[in-house]
């Protein structure tokens, strides 16, 4: 089966007057701040936190501190869910709903729920905005099935997208590895299911909806989707209907390995993917290695634009979002791009395009180490947040482990306003990242139990939970 592309290489509460960015680091200093009584414009003082906790921003955990400006530091504020079954799991993606509830998606090893097969099932968990778990649901073949993306509808209808090497119910092996799109209601119970091959290896890494509640899944095949085989590994979308009839294809690659790990929608529905591409798609410039890249279909699938960028090295793009009238794709490259400088090894990237496909600028930051940007998301007052991984301390972090969680936040302009860090002595590596009321919910997997809570077995789920300030 082909393997999920890894470089592995190694509400803000206002509670006096005045503004508040307390995502941690020193602020401009106050009068009088530092006589350990808060009054004015300040917040805390010193141990003085004036009776405030980390349940007043919206988490169960952690430890409230003053910065040297008198000013909430938010840093040490977080809580977190873990979950397993002895053996592997994870959660891979992560979205939201209208109403605030947290959905995530993954794959278990073990019995989580009454209905495991055999070696790995998908898995699906939904959450209150509290991180209450709701309903839990765990399914699959008699073989192994992993879930990689989810998306949820206006209505309330979850779609879930991943890999199988069996056949689902009411569905057929259609040889190797077929992706599948299953669909829930939003208590839980699945409409139908559908799978999706070729006689070789089909990934399917992402799903998201259009407006007229039709859905697009997006992966990569070494087989025939729709036309012909460009290369090795192409690139696949396929389009179904609300009530899961397949209704058209797409596929497009290069002399190279080429794959979608990521789609989303345009609010004028266009679909938008994004990975990495092991030669020219759409006639782009192609560097060396892999490159980033972002394509742009309508609603049927036909190709409007590619674009490529890179740096003759491993340049991969993990996610692609919309937020109005830009495109952010978060990914990972060994040098500098756009004319950014490379800390030293694998840095995170977070490059914006217009709908139109015009670049407009790119940020590039990390350790000294390896880091990896794996998932962006956005607040309702024009914050951008970015997840992943890194080997080493990030600036105004910490570092814990092998593999540690970081979390950054951006302004409009892609200047990092602060990065926080989590994590075990072991690997940790979060997936995906959702912001709910300016609480960031962050979901990925660990072979260690964060912050003391109960490891289940060699690998678990988790789901972290941080506020985020405006």
């Known amino acids: 089966m082909l393997k999920r592309f890894v470089l592995v290489v190694a509400g803000c509460l206002l509670m006096l007057s005045g503004g508040c960015d307390t995502g941690g680091g020193a602020t401009a200093p106050i009068e009088d701040c530092g006589d350990g009584r808060v009054d004015g414009s300040e917040q805390c003082d010193g141990v003085n936190l004036d009776l405030a906790v980390c349940e007043d921003f919206g988490v169960a955990g952690g430890a409230l501190r003053c910065d040297e400006g008198c000013r909430f530091d938010l840093r040490g504020c977080y809580?977190?869910?873990?979950?397993?079954?002895?053996?592997?799991?994870?959660?891979?993606g992560i979205a939201v709903d209208s109403g605030g509830n947290i959905y995530v998606v993954g794959s278990a090893s073990g019995m989580l729920e009454e209905g495991f097969r055999v070696e790995s099932d998908w898995l699906l968990a939904k959450y209150d905005s509290t991180g209450t778990l709701l309903w839990r649901r765990q399914g699959g073949s008699s073989a192994k099935d992993y879930g990689r993306g989810?998306?949820?509808?206006?209505?309330?209808?979850?779609?879930?997208t991943g890999t199988t090497l069996g056949a689902l119910a009411d569905n057929d092996s259609l040889g190797g590895s077929d992706g599948f799109l299953i669909a829930f209601s939003d208590d839980g119970i699945l409409r139908w299911q559908r799978q999706f091959g070729t006689p070789g290896e089909e990934e399917s890494n992402g799903v998201a909806l259009l407006g007229d509640g039709s859905v697009v899944v997006a992966g990569s095949t070494?087989?025939?989707?729709?036309g012909a085989n460009e290369g090795g590994v192409d690139i696949f979308l396929v389009g179904y209907s609300e009530n899961g009839t397949p209704v058209w294809s797409q596929q497009m690659g290069s002399p190279g390995d080429d794959a979608a790990l990521s789609v989303a929608v345009t609010g004028e529905d266009s679909i938008v993917i994004a990975g990495y591409a092991g030669g020219s798609l759409g006639g782009e410039p192609y560097m060396d290695g892999a490159d980033m890249f972002l394509g742009c279909f309508g609603a049927w699938g036909d190709v409007r634009w590619v674009r490529m960028w890179g740096n003759y090295s491993q340049d991969v793009a993990n996610a692609?979002?919309?937020?109005?009238?830009?495109?952010?794709?978060?990914?990972?490259?060994?040098?500098?791009?756009?004319?950014?400088?490379?800390?030293?090894?694998?840095?995170?990237?977070?490059?914006?395009?217009?709908?139109?496909?015009?670049?407009?600028?790119?940020?590039?930051?990390?350790?000294?180490?390896?880091?990896i940007a794996f998932d962006v998301g956005f607040d309702d007052a024009g914050g951008i947040y970015v997840v992943g991984s890194t080997d080493g301390p990030i600036e105004g972090a910490s570092v814990y482990g092998l593999d540690d969680i970081f979390l950054s936040k951006l302004d409009g302009e892609g200047k990092v306003l602060w990065n926080r860090q989590w994590g075990t002595n072991n690997v940790d590596r979060p997936w995906g990242?959702?912001?709910v009321d300016q609480v960031?919910?962050?979901?990925?997997?660990?072979y260690f139990m964060i912050d003391g809570v109960t490891h289940f077995g060699y690998k678990d789920a988790f789901m972290l939970r941080t506020p985020v300030p405006r």
């Open 440 to 446: 960031a919910y962050i979901a990925g997997f660990t």
């Open 222 to 226: 070494t087989g025939v989707i729709s």
């Open 79 to 92: 809580d977190v869910t873990q979950f397993g079954t002895g053996g592997e799991d994870e959660a891979t």
């Open 320 to 371: 692609v979002r919309v937020r109005g009238e830009q495109i952010f794709v978060a990914g990972t490259s060994d040098r500098g791009i756009d004319n950014n400088p490379s800390e030293k090894e694998w840095d995170a990237v977070l490059s914006t395009f217009s709908l139109q496909g015009e670049k407009l600028w790119t940020a590039q930051w990390g350790s000294k180490q390896s880091d």
């Open 150 to 160: 989810v998306a949820v509808s206006p209505e309330g209808l979850i779609y879930i």
């Open 433 to 435: 990242v959702a912001i």
